[in-house]
């Protein structure tokens, strides 16, 4: 037994010893174990995988600055956007509601001349029917020995309206001399007939001065300040041809001085003491002639130099005034221009106080008339 | 004593015109407008209608042959107008009557002629094709 053991111990480490040669052969093999100094590291270079691990890092920081640009950006997109189309909807809303209101202008509009040509329409039927009942009037007057005077009166047509063909065929609408072709039809304004009435800018008128819509003054300047006087109680006639008055006009302007108002109480009362308002209450402008520089018959419109004789304080001097004139669609004649004289020419001594306190002897007379057409001159030149 | 006081006021004039403005009235406030003021004008409401009235302007092609225009407008729907008109040599008055009713600030006289009226103040505007007549409101005396 004991010799057994032996042997098997034998075995056993003779099995080892060679298990661990060949253990030693194989691993001996495969590893191979590399010793070198730092030197030598070195002088290879930097570790791959640091390398690689720094590159990394830095792309990784690289792309989170990026998107967080990117993110900027867009941000900064989306807002420009949101404000464009804000923009964009306001001024959308501002013109649809101005559409809106010319739509609602031109339905108003529409609505107005619907409901004036069904008035239109009814006032035709009426003429219709006055014309029918003349008809038949004279129809009666000729089967009897009657004088044709005996039609419906003409009240009867002055209630008629604007029908210009009817009007001008019917014998009453055109009692004068003249040919009715030469009238324009008569036109309706509130139910009330206006009167036929021709006008031609081209053709010498009588013009009357409207107070209400005519003013006449002055500037004046002082040692204290500038300052104007002026008066609508202004009166007059003028009779022109407006498209060519240097070929003769005429015509008086007076202005009652009592009534120039500086808009200072004791100044005006200086101005009328020295304008002898007491002995000569008005001031007065006599139009006696015209030097044309242009005239605009289109237009109604004529520019150029009134020539005419102005009174202050009892004093008359001939003077020149370049106005403009021009006749707006109310058929008014608008006259405004401008000139300098010298108070003391027409004997008025400027006002002074202290011996400082003064006014300049140069005032700038000005006026801005508008005057009414009372209808074409008879006789008058410049046709 | 004037020796002194004539320049001191020299001086206070001189200095003057820099604390006082001018008044002087600008070249395109000489003409005077042919409605007044910048009103502020409603759509008229019947109750706004009924009265006497007298027009203050008349613009338009109306205003050539038409001075001035009266109304009395009744509260039983009816009126009576005078207008001063000038065709001839002479100017002449037109009246007339009838009736009137006003639907949505529109005016109709007698179903034959409407005009647009609005309202300020005492003063009625009527605005037709032919022309504008303000109108003011006055009293029977």
């Known amino acids: ?383 | 004593m004037l020796p002194v006081i004539r320049p001191a006021l020299l001086g206070v004039l001189a200095l003057a015109p820099a604390c006082v403005h001018a008044k002087v009235m600008a070249q395109d406030d000489r003409a005077v407008a042919a409605f007044a003021g910048e009103q502020v004008w409603r759509p008229a409401e019947a109750a706004d209608v009924h009265g006497l009235y007298e027009s203050v302007s008349i613009e338009g092609d109306a205003a050539a042959a038409l001075w001035r225009i009266y109304y009395h407008f009744a509260d039983d729907g009816t009126y009576t107008g005078a207008a001063l008109t000038l065709g001839g040599s002479q100017p002449e008055f037109q009246t007339l009557s009838g009736t009137w009713h006003l639907t949505d600030s529109t005016l109709d006289f007698d179903s034959t002629t409407t005009a647009r009226a609005l309202v300020a103040g005492d003063e009625l505007r009527l605005e037709t094709e032919g022309g504008v007549v303000v109108l003011r409101r006055t009293a029977i005396q």
């Open chain 1, 1 to 383: 037994m004991t010799r057994l053991l032996q042997v098997i111990g034998v075995i056993a480490v003779t099995a080892l010893v060679a298990g661990s040669l060949v253990a030693l052969s194989v691993v001996n093999r495969r590893i191979q174990v590399t010793v070198q100094d730092e030197a030598e590291a070195a002088a290879r270079g930097p570790d791959p995988v640091e390398v690689l691990r720094a590159d990394v890092g830095q792309l990784s920081a690289d792309l989170g600055a990026l998107t967080e640009g990117v993110g900027g950006q867009l941000q900064a997109l989306h807002d420009a956007v949101e404000d464009g189309a804000r923009a964009r909807a306001e001024a959308q809303a501002a013109e649809i509601a101005g559409l809106k209101k010319q739509i609602q202008e031109l339905q108003a509009r529409l609505d107005r001349s619907i409901q004036e040509e069904a008035a239109a329409r009814a006032r035709l039927d009426q003429v219709l029917a006055g014309i029918g009942a003349r008809l038949d009037a004279v129809a009666a007057a000729s089967a009897a020995p009657e004088p044709i005077v005996d039609v419906p009166p003409a009240v009867e047509l002055a209630s008629e309206p604007e029908t210009a063909p009817l009007t001008q065929a019917e014998p009453e609408a055109a009692p004068q001399s003249e040919p009715a072709a030469a009238e324009p039809p008569a036109k309706g304004f509130l139910s009330f007939k206006l009167p036929s009435r021709s006008f031609a800018f081209d053709k010498p008128q009588r013009w009357s001065i409207l107070p209400a819509l005519s003013r006449v003054g002055f500037d004046a300047k002082s040692t204290l300040h500038d300052f104007s006087g002026s008066s609508q109680k202004v009166e007059g006639e003028l009779v022109a041809n407006l498209a060519r008055p240097e070929n003769g006009c005429r015509g008086k302007i007076t202005v009652d001085a009592a009534s120039l108002d500086t808009g200072e109480a004791a100044r005006d009362e200086e101005m009328r003491d020295a304008l002898g308002v007491s002995a000569d209450p008005r001031l007065s402008f006599e139009w006696l002639g015209f030097r044309t520089e242009s005239s605009d018959g289109a237009a109604m419109k004529t520019s150029g130099t009134v020539l005419g004789k102005l009174t202050i304080h009892g004093t008359t001097h001939e003077i020149e005034m370049p106005v403009r004139i021009s006749v707006d669609a109310s058929r008014r004649a608008s006259v405004e221009g401008e000139v300098e004289i010298r108070m003391s020419a027409f004997g008025v001594k400027p006002p002074r106080k202290l011996g400082v306190l003064s006014v300049e002897d140069t005032v700038k007379i000005w006026i801005a008339l508008r005057a009414r057409s009372l209808g074409e001159a008879a006789g008058a030149a410049g046709d």
